[in-house]
């Protein structure tokens, strides 16, 4: 079982659009996956048409595996399943804090499922804590949203700096230009900066600043089922095929 992080210590980024998305586009090729929504806002959940759930809470959620496998629900669409967040796992840190350190307390929770799925795509709040010290660590591939301006070219330096100095391998981390408006000049010259300093970090897939993407939240369903001819929606396909041949190469 693979574990793909979309992360991003930036919010406003499309993290979550892109959690929604590649999960979606994984499960129409026949890819067995689970959606995990680790942001105690619940966005991912809420895409999907499914409530928060009541009963897995922030300690059950690393102590009971068979609270978490009774938390995934079904969504309407075939391979894809959803594991809804709790309000409560804005507590993450603290429980954490308090537990045995050295172990993947977060890849022990997630093996409980393993059999089930191909792939769980983690939907991470946008932070750098313990929790994604754990993400970092248990994730086989780091998906990074990078909106082409000067601040989110900051936030990818940071958290580069941050993988070097746990001595975690940057290797992992798979960046994308999110929100890209072509008509501006500050975009176009800051994706050529970025690509000309991070060469293969970067996928060549870039998503577009769209209106279809925005309105998920109005028809909440994935912009590949809503508007699926859109540039947005293409854009998708090709970045996950990109990174279906990256992650499954091994």
Not at 52 to 64: G, I, Q, W
Not at 72 to 87: H, M, V
């Amino acid at each position: 079982m693979k574990v793909i992080a979309c992360y991003s210590n930036k919010g406003g980024v499309g993290k979550t659009a892109t959690a929604v998305n590649l999960a979606y586009s994984l499960s129409t090729a026949g890819v067995r996956t689970l959606l995990c929504d680790l942001d105690p806002q619940g966005a991912s959940g809420y895409y999907f048409r499914l409530k928060p759930s009541k009963k897995l809470t922030e300690a059950r959620f690393f102590d009971d595996a068979k609270q978490v496998r009774k938390a995934i629900r079904e969504s309407d669409f075939e391979n894809l399943d959803i594991l809804p967040s709790n309000p409560s796992y804005r507590e993450f840190d603290i429980l954490l804090s308090q537990m045995r350190a050295g172990q993947s307390h977060l890849g022990r929770a997630l093996s409980g499922v393993e059999k089930d799925y191909e792939v769980v795509v983690l939907d991470c709040p946008p932070n750098l804590s313990l929790l994604s010290s754990h993400i970092f660590e248990t994730a086989d591939a780091i998906v990074v949203p990078v909106i082409p301006t000067t601040l989110s070219q900051r936030t990818l330096e940071q958290l580069i700096k941050v993988f070097r100095k746990k001595n975690l391998p940057t290797k992992k981390l798979h960046c994308f230009f999110s929100m890209v408006q072509r008509a501006k000049n500050l975009h176009q010259d800051t994706i050529a900066d970025m690509r000309t300093a991070y060469g293969k970090r970067f996928l060549t897939a870039q998503i577009p600043f769209a209106s279809d993407v925005e309105k998920m939240g109005v028809h909440r369903a994935p912009v590949m089922v809503t508007a699926r001819s859109s540039p947005a929606a293409r854009a998708y396909v090709s970045l996950c095929e990109e990174l279906i041949s990256r992650v499954f190469k091994t």
